[in-house]
């Protein structure tokens, strides 16, 4: 009897988890409110609320563990489930990556640095939050904000009405802007047992708050992946972790701040599929089943390049070398995450090359390279 797994949230990630599981004999079912979701259309699914009490009962008859995709879920309904079966990551996760307060409580509980802050719990708070952060900020809603909705950046202190009318008049967080130097991410897996391991750390740009595009390994980041690896472990034993965490940091000199958690795989570790002896989706389903985690060692040198908006020519990208192609099966909309594609390969100049060619055939701009025809050194 092949071992069933549930998912909360059936968009591309869950696509991605069923194709990493179906080669390990897996089985997926996923609920999600939209028809035609992009893991429904490689796997089962439910159509309904994440809160709907029969749907859940379904999913848990179904599924011999649960783990979810979207960080948005109730975490009510993933702790429903705890109490039918095995749920990873831990229900504690999703609490905490869900409200902006309690992330930054438990970065200062671990020592873990990050931008200082003050609690807006309404429209009053405004005057006193701008006063205890003084500088330049961004107002974060507390609660269900990714990808830069519910954020507004703030100036000067005329600007925090509209700035708490633009991300919806509701509690938030007023966060001193942090001038990095860039975005990293670490993402670390751990076992049930408390076994962990890290991929390299990911280099991420992205425009408008959402990501754009990854390097992987970030050049030039050896000195900083044992702090990050720490961060990350600290993380998870405190929320005692099963699966993959990703940790969104910014690097200032050579310090690194943390900007908040995902309890999920995450956008900026796609490279892994093609650039890693294991993905990270092949990562989390490992140590949600208890099995032996595999290697998150990286194979040469990784672009990961979001396609979004618009879908690309797929035949015109795959005759450049060392392209790997994603699509989630999504129609298009402006500004939509349809896919990714990841160029891998051992010589850091070629995959440079090849990464600004697919860029330039799907219109998209990347970093200009830091070592002239690469983006790593030598
Ligand atoms: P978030 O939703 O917190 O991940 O923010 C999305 C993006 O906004 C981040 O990846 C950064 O590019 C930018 N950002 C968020 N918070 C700050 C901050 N405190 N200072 C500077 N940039 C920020």
């Avoid at 890290?198 to 050049?219: G, M």
Wanted: hydrophobic share 40%; proline share 6%; glycine share 12%.
């Amino acid at each position: 009897m092949p071992i069933r797994v549930g998912c909360l949230g059936g968009g591309q990630l869950g696509r991605m988890l069923a194709l990493a599981g179906y080669p390990l004999g897996l089985r997926f079912t996923f609920l999600d409110p939209g028809e035609d979701s992009s893991a429904g259309q490689v796997a089962q699914q439910l159509v309904g609320d994440y809160d709907d009490p029969l749907l859940l009962q379904r999913l848990g008859e179904t599924s011999d563990l649960v783990t979810f995709e979207f960080e948005s879920v109730p975490e009510a309904s993933a702790t429903l489930l705890e109490a039918r079966g095995p749920v990873f990551p831990p229900p504690i996760a999703l609490r905490v990556g869900q409200d902006r307060v309690l992330e930054k409580q438990l970065f200062a509980r671990l020592g873990i640095a990050s931008a200082s802050y003050a609690v807006v719990g309404g429209a009053e708070d405004l005057p006193g939050a701008w006063t205890a952060v003084a500088s330049a900020s961004r107002l974060k809603s507390r609660r269900l904000g990714y990808d830069g909705h519910g954020q507004f950046r703030v100036t000067e202190p005329r600007e925090l009405e509209r700035g708490w009318a633009e991300i919806g008049g509701v509690a938030a967080i007023l966060e001193q802007e942090v001038p990095f130097d860039r975005e990293l991410s670490i993402i670390g897996v751990r076992s049930g047992e408390g076994d962990t391991t890290f991929y390299p750390l990911t280099e991420n740009h992205h425009l408008d708050a959402v990501l754009r595009c990854s390097l992987a390994p970030a050049p030039d980041s050896a000195g900083l992946q044992g702090q990050a690896e720490l961060i990350c472990a600290r993380l998870m034993d405190a929320l005692d972790y099963r699966g993959v965490l990703a940790v969104e940091l910014f690097q200032v000199g050579e310090e690194l701040l943390a900007n908040e958690i995902a309890p999920r795989v995450h956008n900026s570790g796609h490279w892994t599929q093609d650039g890693a002896v294991t993905s990270q989706f092949e990562s989390h389903l490992r140590a949600g089943l208890g099995w032996p985690m595999g290697s998150t060692q990286a194979l040469g040198k990784s672009v990961m390049i979001n396609v979004l908006g618009r879908l690309p020519d797929p035949a015109g990208l795959l005759a450049i070398p060392g392209v790997h192609l994603h699509l989630y099966g999504k129609a298009e909309r402006p500004g939509r995450k349809l896919g990714h594609l990841n160029v891998v390969g051992d010589d850091g100049s070629q995959v440079t090359s090849s990464a600004l060619e697919a860029a330039t055939l799907m219109g998209v701009k990347l970093p200009t390279p830091r070592y002239g025809d690469s983006f790593w050194p030598n």
